[in-house]
């Protein structure tokens, strides 16, 4: 989310009728977040799908693509009924409004041709975040692929838009408590990655583990797919980051140099851990390393110079990569492709590390410890990390319970052992 939402946010709610000047609609700036919005709807079709795809065994790749092309579907339908409404307006009620919005906006009713958010339309903000609503719960399927069944993940991921995600964006870009805190999270490192990655973890805790994890061999069955996609998702980043400055313009600019350089930086550096520790380089882990930087750069892209983000790149290799493989293996829960290990604790890292080298030098919205000398902005960093898993883990949970006592959260083990592509969806890859 844009550093300036701060000053946009009256614009974006409701325009007083006391504003000195109307604002006025920018072709630029609308053209650029139009391109954005592709490029984050690419991250998740076709990019998240060939990543995980390639990932998990063959006789579950089209259950895996079939899940993020179903979010894609389904977080659409219900951004547009409800979800809009719930993460971006303002509640009536000044104590619900530090949680949730309201439903001034159900169907998208009151949306006018017209309307402007800054110097955008509004049709096309709210296109824009619905790309992020969509991949933020598919992120999530990572952690319990080859075991969940296709209709629990429909009703988990509805269920999960509505009760998790709208809250926590509402809480942090939409004028909640963590907003008014003054969190920065310039685009979605705990509202999309700290929030998946907790709800993977949970949910990876909730099912269990895979028949079979830990004694049968269960290495990715075609990683030509999984680096097309992780190279997707590196072009359609600069969407994800450079687009939530919601102009075209010097942050944009920045935040798209913080994003490359994070992220070829923590590429670079759960390669050569990797090296070092298990004697090879090997392909999985440098597209690994390279969504790592690319999630621990999601919140401080936009307040953070070169240095900063180099620094932020080179911890989120390290660090992802000792907690997706080493932590993992020590603990014993089995997160199928990683999704807590990279997105969880990469999110976290990056939030708290917005804290220490965000510099009001590159954004005025943002000051930091280092460069500023404001150590509360680490605090209130600990604040959104915490608030997020808290409320994402416990609400997680409840949702876990309710699909599973209503229908079932996990295929049964003669149809884990044969293959979800075949059982669920009637198909099978074929060489």
Same mark, same amino acid.
């Given at each position: 989310? +844009? ?6 946010? =009256? ?5 007083? +009728?006391?504003?000195?000047?109307? =604002? ?30 390639? &990932?998990?065994?063959? %006789? ?33 009620? +000044? ?30 903000? &709210?296109?824009?975040? &619905? ?35 709208? =809250? ?85 600019? &920045? ?50 110079? +070169? ?56 954004? =005025? ?35 876990? %319970? ?30």
């Amino acid at each position: 989310m +844009p550093s300036f939402l701060k000053f946009l946010l =009256p614009l974006l709610l409701a325009a007083t +009728p006391a504003a000195a000047q109307e =604002p006025t609609l920018n072709s630029g700036d609308t053209a650029w977040l139009l391109t954005s919005a592709a490029l984050v709807l690419l991250m998740t079709i076709p990019g998240l799908g060939l990543f995980y795809g390639g &990932m998990v065994r063959k %006789k579950n790749v089209l259950a895996t693509l079939a899940q993020s092309l179903a979010a894609t579907a389904l977080v659409s339908v219900l951004w547009m009924l409800v979800g809009y409404s719930l993460a971006f307006k303002t509640n009536p009620n +000044p104590t619900l409004n530090q949680f949730i919005g309201d439903l001034s906006y159900l169907f998208l009713q009151p949306l006018k041709v017209g309307s402007l958010t800054g110097t955008i339309p509004e049709s096309v903000f &709210m296109l824009f975040q &619905m790309t992020f609503a969509i991949i933020t719960p598919a992120l999530i399927a990572g952690a319990f692929a080859d075991r969940m069944k296709f209709s629990a993940f429909l009703w988990f991921t509805g269920l999960w838009l509505i009760f998790v995600y709208c =809250p926590i964006a509402h809480m942090v870009w939409g004028g909640g408590i963590l907003f008014s805190l003054g969190a920065l999270d310039y685009a979605g490192g705990s509202v999309v990655h700290l929030n998946a990655g907790t709800a993977a973890l949970v949910t990876c805790l909730v099912m269990g583990k895979r028949i079979g994890y830990g004694r049968e061999n269960m290495s990715p069955h075609n990683l030509v797919l999984s680096v097309v996609g992780a190279a997707l998702l590196w072009v359609g980043w600069f969407g994800f980051n450079a687009g939530s400055a919601l102009s075209a313009g010097f942050n944009a600019g &920045m935040a798209a140099v913080a994003t490359q350089i994070a992220c070829a930086a923590a590429a670079l550096s759960w390669m050569l851990a990797e090296w070092a520790i298990s004697k090879k380089p090997s392909v999985l882990g440098m597209i690994s390393g390279a969504v790592s930087g690319l999630v621990a750069i999601t919140p401080a892209s936009g307040f953070v110079d +070169p240095v900063g983000a180099l620094i932020i790149g080179v911890t989120a290799g390290v660090v992802c990569y000792v907690a997706a493989v080493w932590m993992k293996r020590a603990l014993g829960y089995d997160d199928s492709l990683d999704a807590w290990g990279v997105h969880g604790v990469g999110g976290a890292l990056g939030a708290i590390l917005t804290g220490a080298f965000a510099s009001s030098a590159v954004n =005025p919205a943002g000051k930091g410890w280092i460069n500023d000398g404001n150590f509360g902005q680490m605090l209130v960093q600990f604040y959104d990390v915490g608030i997020t898993f808290v409320y994402c883990g416990v609400v997680t949970f409840i949702i876990l %319970k309710a699909v599973d006592m209503l229908i079932g959260l996990r295929v049964s083990p003669e149809v884990e052992v044969e293959g979800l592509d075949i059982n669920l969806h009637g198909e099978t890859v074929h060489d």
